[in-house]
């Protein structure tokens, strides 16, 4: 009945009447639809469309999660692709995707946006009542679309960087003594805080944003490698969306956004990178000590709010049964239950206070950045808008000017009020605050766009006419000839070690003593080199000679022959300093030169191999390598494109944590192989000149997730052979195109 309810509010909030919708549909080369409509429903009808041809399944798939159903369809027992139990999966999305969170979401957008929104979900349908579902989902779990889908996708992508890497916590919330109505195992945990630890490799990027100083041409350039998973809800769909004399923008979005997140206009090219900003604080609360659902604030006590959920769970038999559990909350958000780091006793627990479930701007952020005809009205559009949830902006134009931008939805906690509210035992890694006083809630600032974050012009940000860069570190050195400092540790730390991607693009950039080219940003992610290797590489090849036995003489050997890259062809000697370097990571005081914040380009660097901790865990190492491989059955001749792969396509690429530009994360197969799962996505390199954009880029796993689709292998293929291929943006581009074909869609 809630559902019903709100699909009238939602039809009846349209505040303009409905036009038949009509789009041409027209594909390039790699089957890269170039939607364009008359009118914003027309365009959303469009990319529903096309979206639908090439990723139904997926999408489909996805509608269920956030719809908290898939208990219902698939069994309580069995998992996301996230590995997140169903039940867990479904209680948590009740929570967050409650009927009146999701009016009030879909009342804050424009009536532009509902537009889109509305005729993304009929092109959806009319492809879906046209053709069917494809054969791996034709079932019963794939209906027709709602608006109130698209909010409710648009939601968890909202929270993805905070309550939603607590799902489980959140749903194992549970008073002491009480009775556990979701039992939630120690696997379920160590799952989900690996998923956290993995949360800014899967969703990591690169990104450089070249000015009028550096570049070949003095115009504006930029890269764009995002490095998101390659399956999911997070899998990017490369488009160019069109309304003559209003808007032109090509480039690539998340399943059921309407919008472009990463991409270019006529003027403008941007990017995005997960930033290292909390989006989220923890709030110890002090419980009363007559009733453990009872807390203390300001000295009163006061009780615990309690929100009953129910989902329907499938049985053994087929039949549906009713599952409810209570969520308790506090003025600083739900309480969340971690076992052995969150616990939940007589004396505290904890809840924790998403500062995006606040943020309804999100599709219109990225609305307005779509039609930025300046550098500067992309910038005005973050600044009065802050509807960007947990990520850096970089941006370049045909002006040449280059930007970044730390602007993202920020907890409103200044460095005071942390010394004043924080347990410092916490650390920084997850900010806990002291939920007993109501003085340590978030500050309140007039000029933001939202209750409790941070105004605009109190984030980082650094426009400049050489570069700027970015792989996933503080905003501290976005340049080093303009540190970024003073922050709350909130939004930034200074003065701390830079990641190795970061310090191979800027030693990178500083090499380049010549006007930067499309070649260098190209190379800069393809030519795979590994950062890591030019540090320590010496002084392994130091210790192979001082304590060379038979047990290691294979090792050594492709250690000294590698080329010290991640390319198809790199020898086994990659695999080895993989694993050579897992463990030594894990052995303190490793480096032979230790972090220097004066020096942070270039330290750390070297091992101290003459350290007998270190000489001992290095030759284990080094032992543990050599029979992993004779495990694998990986000989001398075995090259990387025989051992990462996607499906049978070999990739290229590593992992990040070597500095790897270019990264890529794997999980093992039963064959031996490792699959991609995420990394390298869609890569874009943009450069301007008087008449307009010039765009290369490829999308690394292609446009289609149906193995049926001549465009599900097409780009991967492209990207295991190093080939961008030029983006059409002109339609004089799109028409040339060798795969030209047009589509008329109408209702």
């Excluded at 027709?144 to 889908?149: F, K, M, Y």
């Excluded at 280059?402 to 920020?410: A, E, I, K, P, T």
Aim: proline share 6%; with cysteine.
């Amino acid at each position: 009945m809630a559902g019903v309810l709100l699909g009238a509010s939602l039809a009846a909030s349209a505040r303009e009447p409905v036009t038949q919708a009509s789009a041409d549909i027209r594909r390039t080369s790699y089957g890269v639809p170039h939607i364009r409509a008359t009118d914003e429903r027309g365009l959303g009808f469009g990319i529903g469309y096309a979206y639908a041809q090439d990723n139904l399944c997926l999408l489909a798939n996805e509608v269920v999660t956030v719809n908290g159903q898939r208990a219902r369809f698939f069994g309580p027992d069995q998992a996301t692709l996230e590995e997140r139990n169903n039940l867990a999966s479904d209680l948590f999305f009740s929570w967050l995707n409650t009927p009146e969170a999701v009016a009030a979401f879909w009342k804050a957008q424009s009536p532009q946006m509902q537009q889109r929104i509305d005729g993304y979900v009929a092109g959806y349908n009319r492809y879906l009542k046209e053709q069917g579902a494809p054969a791996q989902c034709q079932a019963a779990w794939v209906r027709p679309l709602v608006a109130e889908d698209v909010v409710k996708l648009t939601r968890r992508l909202l929270v993805e960087g905070g309550v939603g890497q607590f799902a489980e916590a959140l749903v194992g919330a549970t008073p002491p003594q009480a009775a556990v109505s979701v039992a939630s195992t120690a696997k379920a945990f160590e799952l989900a805080a690996a998923n956290r630890e993995r949360f800014a490799f899967d969703r990591g990027s690169n990104a450089v944003a070249v000015g009028r100083d550096r570049s070949f041409n003095g115009r504006g350039m930029l890269l764009a490698n995002p490095h998101f998973p390659w399956v999911g809800g997070m899998r990017f769909y490369q488009m160019h969306l069109t309304i003559p004399g209003q808007l032109d923008v090509m480039g690539a979005a998340l399943p059921g956004l309407p919008v472009i997140n990463i991409g270019f206009n006529r003027h403008v090219a941007w990017t995005h990178t997960v930033d290292t900003s909390k989006h989220f604080t923890l709030y110890r609360l002090t419980l009363d000590p007559k009733d453990s659902t009872r807390y203390m604030l300001d000295g009163k006590s006061i009780p615990l709010d309690k929100t009953t959920l129910t989902v329907q769970v499938k049985q053994a038999d087929g039949s549906l049964k009713d599952q409810s559990h209570t969520v308790y909350s506090s003025p600083f958000g739900p309480v969340v239950q971690w076992p052995g780091k969150l616990d939940w006793d007589s004396h505290y627990a904890f809840s924790l206070r998403d500062a995006n479930l606040g943020n309804d701007r999100v599709l219109q952020q990225w609305y307005a950045m779509n039609r930025a005809d300046s550098l500067e009205t992309l910038k005005i559009s973050v600044h009065s808008l802050q509807g960007i949830p947990w990520v850096n902006t970089l941006a370049a134009d045909d002006q040449g000017q280059s930007l970044y931008m730390n602007q993202s939805v920020v907890p409103n906690v200044s460095a005071a009020k942390l010394a004043q509210c924080s347990d410092p035992r916490a650390g920084l890694q997850m900010i806990m605050l002291d939920g007993a006083r109501s003085a340590c809630a978030w500050d309140i600032d007039p000029r933001a766009a939202q209750p409790g974050i941070f105004p605009a012009d109190q984030l980082p940000q650094l426009q400049r006419s050489d570069y700027v860069q970015h792989s996933n570190d503080s905003a501290w050195l976005a340049n080093p000839k303009a540190p970024l400092t003073g922050f709350s540790p909130v939004i930034s730390q200074d003065h701390i070690g830079l990641g190795p991607r970061a310090r191979f693009a800027l030693q990178r950039l500083q090499s380049l003593d010549k006007p930067i080219s499309v070649a260098d940003l190209q190379n800069m992610v393809m030519d795979n080199e590994v950062y890591l290797a030019g540090q320590v590489m010496p002084d392994l090849l130091t210790f192979c000679a001082k304590h060379l036995g038979a047990d290691i003489t294979a090792l050594c050997t492709s250690l000294k022959s590698w080329d010290r890259r991640a390319n198809l062809d790199s020898g086994l000697g990659l695999v080895h300093f993989i694993n050579l370097m897992q463990s030594l990571q894990q052995i303190p005081d490793a480096w032979r030169v230790p972090f220097n914040p004066a020096r942070p380009l270039t330290t750390p660097r070297g091992l101290s191999i003459d350290r007998a901790a270190v000489a001992k865990a290095l030759r284990e190492a080094m032992l543990a390598s050599s029979a992993e491989v004779a495990k694998l059955g990986l000989s001398a001749d075995s090259t990387w494109g025989d051992i990462q792969v996607s499906g049978q396509t070999p990739i290229h690429g590593g992992p990040q944590e070597l500095g790897i530009y270019n990264a890529m994360q794997t999980v093992p197969r039963a064959d031996g192989k490792r699959e991609v799962v995420s990394g390298s996505s869609y890569l874009q390199i943009v450069t301007f000149d008087d008449q307009g954009p010039h765009a290369t880029g490829v999308l690394a796993f292609s446009e289609s997730g149906n193995p049926a689709s001549p465009y599900a292998k097409d780009q991967t293929q492209a990207f295991s052979r190093k080939q961008l291929h030029p983006l059409p943006f002109t339609e004089a581009q799109i028409k040339a195109d060798p795969q030209y074909q047009q589509l008329h869609i109408k209702e």
